[in-house]
């Protein structure tokens, strides 16, 4: 299964959306959008990840391996790297300041634990049809606001 995600802001904070694509066996399965009338693009990009995850069941999806591509940096990176370490700093940055998001990356963690996931960025506007889908998407769900 593959799961592509978005998120973004017109601002930054300003109002924002976030989206997500699940394709299995190479068939496109799933797609739905979301917005909030203020918010972060750092929110919203764990918003579409958290959403698609909550879609699945970890029964039915047990033994089966999720790719969640994403060209959030912040998001692949912060969920394979950086949050191990924020929890041993109790829940601080490397620079001693508290986690943004805190309770979206624990709301994330709990979710990505439930499944055998990767987490695969890739590069956003390089015409990923996936990728592109949910920057459709998202930008859709920030206009109907």
Same mark, same amino acid.
């Not at 089966?64 to 998001?75: C, G, H, L, N, R």
């Given at each position: 299964?593959?799961?592509?995600?978005?998120?973004?802001?017109?601002?930054?904070?300003?109002?924002?959306?976030?989206?997500?694509? &699940?394709?299995?066996?190479?068939?496109?399965?799933?797609? =739905?959008?979301?917005?909030? +009338?203020?918010?972060?693009?750092?929110?919203?990009?764990?918003?579409?990840? &958290?959403?698609?995850?909550?879609?699945?069941?970890?029964?039915?999806? =047990?033994?089966?391996?999720?790719?969640?591509?994403?060209?959030? #940096?912040?998001? #692949?990176?912060? &969920?394979?790297?950086?949050?191990?370490?924020? +929890?041993?700093?109790? @829940? =601080?940055?490397?620079?001693?300041?508290?986690? +943004?998001?805190?309770?979206? @990356? #624990?709301?994330?963690?709990?979710?990505?634990?439930?499944?055998?996931?990767?987490?695969?960025?890739? +590069?956003?506007?390089?015409?990923?049809?996936?990728?592109?889908?949910?920057?459709?998407?998202?930008?859709?769900? &920030?206009?109907?606001?």
């Amino acid at each position: 299964m593959e799961i592509y995600t978005d998120g973004g802001c017109s601002g930054n904070p300003g109002p924002g959306g976030w989206a997500y694509v &699940i394709i299995r066996d190479g068939v496109l399965v799933s797609e =739905k959008c979301g917005a909030e +009338k203020l918010t972060t693009n750092n929110r919203m990009e764990l918003q579409a990840v &958290i959403a698609a995850l909550e879609t699945l069941s970890p029964e039915e999806e =047990k033994g089966e391996k999720i790719a969640v591509y994403t060209d959030s #940096q912040y998001v #692949q990176k912060g &969920i394979s790297i950086w949050l191990p370490e924020w +929890k041993k700093k109790e @829940w =601080k940055t490397s620079g001693k300041k508290p986690v +943004k998001n805190k309770e979206l @990356w #624990q709301r994330l963690e709990a979710l990505a634990g439930l499944f055998s996931v990767s987490w695969v960025w890739v +590069k956003g506007h390089a015409g990923n049809k996936y990728n592109e889908r949910c920057d459709e998407l998202t930008r859709i769900a &920030i206009v109907s606001l």
